[in-house]
C-alpha cells in the first residue's frame, strides 16, 4: 500500500514503458511494421513460426486435406442424411431378435430387420462377402487416388469427391453393420471349419477368401474409426441433421457397434451361457448408449438426438424382453415339462412382445428431447 503523502514512480514509469514499446495504430498498420521493414515477411514468419510448433506429417496433412474437401460445399442431402441414419438405428434391433437367439423366430421379422442375415447357402456368402470385399477396397483406392492428385497440387475432380462422400457415408452408416457382419462371418471357423455351412476354412475355396477378409477387416476397422472422427460437419447452420461439435460420442457408438456384431456372428452354435452373456452385455451397453446421448446431446439437431438416443433405448428394451421370452421358454420346458407345448407359442410371444421396442421408444425420444431443450435454455441462460 502506497501512502497519499508519499508519490510513487511506479505508474509513470508503466506508462512511459509502454508508450516506448507499444506503437501506434498507424505504426501497426504500416507496411514496415508489419513487414518488419519488408511487406509480407512477417505472415510468412508467423506461419514457419506455427508449422515449427505444429508439427504435422504428410500422412496427417493429407488426412485434414482430404476430410476438409469431402465435408467442405460437399455435404449429402438432409433427406438421405435421414435416410442412412434410419436404417443404420434400425439395425440395432436386428441383435435383439436375432435368428441365433430364437431359433423358431418367424423368418419374416428376421428379414424385415436384417435382409442380409438370411444367406441360404455358402454360394449365396460367397457372392455377397465379395461384394463386400471389394467395396471396401474401392473406398481405399479412392482415398488413395483423391490423397496422390492432392500431393501434387493437382485439381481433384468433382465427381470423384462427391462419390467418395457418399461411399464413406454409406460404410460408416447404413452399411457398417453388414459390412463388419460379413467380414467377421467369413473369418469365423470353430475347429478348422465355418460353423454355418462346414465349408474348410483354411483350404480352398475359402482360403482366399479367409485371407481378403483378414486384410479387408483390418483395413475397414480403422477406416470407420477415422471416418466418424474426420468425415464431420461441425457448422452450427448447417442444414444435415448429422452436424454435430465433436465425434466423442460416434466412436463410443462406432466400438459398441463392432462388439455387438462380433458376439452376434459367433452366437451360431454357441453355448446358452454365451447367449445369456451377450443379451445382457448388449442390453447394459444399449442403455449406455442411451443416456450418453441424452445427457451429452451431441447433434445440434434436437430430433437427431432424440431419434438416436430412442432407438438405443428401444433396442435395450427388445433385448430385455429377447431374455424374457428366452427365460419363459426354457422354464416352462424345464420346470413345467410340457414337450407338446407347441412351437408356435413362442412365434406369438415373439410377435406380442416386438412392440415393447416401439413402446420404449416412445418414451425415450420425447425424453432425449425435453432434456435437450432444457439444456439448451440453461446455457442461454447462463450465457446472458
Avoid at 456372428?265 to 442403455?287: D, Q, R
Wanted: with cysteine; net charge positive.
Amino acid at each position: 500500500m502506497f501512502s497519499p503523502q508519499q508519490p510513487t514512480t511506479v505508474a509513470p514509469r508503466i506508462t512511459e514503458s509502454l508508450g516506448r514499446t507499444r506503437p501506434s495504430k498507424a505504426q501497426r498498420d504500416s507496411p514496415a511494421h508489419a513487414g518488419g521493414g519488408k511487406s509480407g515477411a512477417a505472415p510468412a514468419h508467423r506461419q514457419a513460426d506455427l508449422r515449427a510448433i505444429l508439427k504435422t506429417s504428410r500422412l496427417e496433412e493429407s488426412l485434414f486435406s482430404l476430410s476438409y474437401l469431402t465435408t467442405h460445399d460437399n455435404e449429402l442431402s438432409p433427406r438421405l442424411s435421414w435416410l442412412f441414419l434410419i436404417v443404420e438405428d434400425s439395425q440395432w434391433l436386428s441383435f435383439a431378435f436375432s435368428i441365433y437367439l430364437h431359433k423358431d423366430m418367424p423368418e419374416v421379422l428376421n428379414l424385415a430387420l436384417d435382409p442380409l442375415r438370411a444367406v441360404p447357402d455358402y454360394d449365396s456368402f460367397v457372392i455377397v462377402n465379395i461384394a463386400t470385399i471389394l467395396l471396401v477396397f474401392t473406398v481405399v483406392g479412392l482415398i488413395g487416388v483423391v490423397t496422390l492428385i492432392m500431393q501434387r497440387r493437382g485439381k481433384v475432380p468433382l465427381l470423384a469427391l462427391r462419390v467418395l462422400r457418399l461411399l464413406c457415408a454409406l460404410i460408416m452408416t447404413a452399411l457398417s453393420i453388414p459390412i463388419a457382419t460379413f467380414l467377421i462371418m467369413g473369418l469365423h471357423c470353430v475347429d478348422g471349419k465355418m460353423p454355418k455351412w462346414g465349408t474348410a476354412c483354411y483350404t480352398s475355396p475359402h482360403l482366399p477368401l479367409y485371407i481378403f477378409n483378414l486384410l479387408s477387416l483390418v483395413i475397414f476397422v480403422p477406416l470407420l474409426v477415422l471416418g466418424v472422427t474426420l468425415f464431420i460437419e461441425t457448422d452450427p447452420a448447417s442444414k444435415s441433421p448429422v452436424s454435430k461439435a465433436h465425434s466423442r460420442m460416434d466412436k463410443i457408438d462406432v466400438i459398441v457397434r463392432l462388439v455387438l456384431v462380433l458376439g452376434d456372428v459367433m452366437l451360431y452354435k454357441a453355448n446358452e451361457t454365451f447367449h445369456w452373456a451377450f443379451m445382457i452385455i448388449s442390453a447394459i451397453l444399449l442403455c449406455y448408449l442411451s443416456f450418453n446421448m441424452s445427457r451429452t446431446q451431441p447433434y445440434y439437431n434436437l430430433t437427431t438426438t432424440a431419434f438416436r438416443s430412442g432407438m438405443c433405448m428401444s433396442a435395450a428394451f427388445a433385448m430385455i424382453a429377447s431374455m424374457f421370452v428366452r427365460g419363459l421358454w426354457d422354464s416352462t420346458q424345464k420346470v413345467i415339462g410340457l414337450f407338446w407345448f407347441p412351437r408356435a407359442s413362442l412365434d406369438w410371444l415373439l410377435e406380442q412382445l416386438s412392440p415393447t421396442a416401439t413402446i420404449a421408444n416412445s418414451f425415450n425420444a420425447p425424453s432425449a428431447h425435453g432434456i435437450g431443450s432444457c439444456a439448451r435454455r440453461n446455457r442461454s441462460k447462463q450465457l446472458h
